[in-house]
């Protein structure tokens, strides 16, 4: 099992290209680490990521969103705020 930082280094040590799985307990400020460190992310799940809002998944798409070809949300704590960003990624 991962934590947040030892994802990101993972990211940087190995220039990972996906991310599959996120361990439960991982927040929005964690996902915001990921996506200015990994910038050689193709997929990314943050279904499995507690207290994620509207402004976290924007700015993962605003850095990574030229390049995603998979972001798996959870929509609980989601609007369509976040969900309108979603044309910015790949396809």
Known sequence: MYNGLQLI?????FQSKEIRWFQQGLNGITVRLIADSCQQLKKLRLD?????????VIHVIKKLGN???????????LTYVAYSYLNNCAR
């Open 48 to 56: 499995g990521v507690d207290q994620l809002f509207d402004d976290d």
């Open 9 to 13: 280094q993972l990211c940087v040590d």
């Open 67 to 77: 390049q995603l070809t998979t972001l798996v949300l959870n929509g609980d704590n």
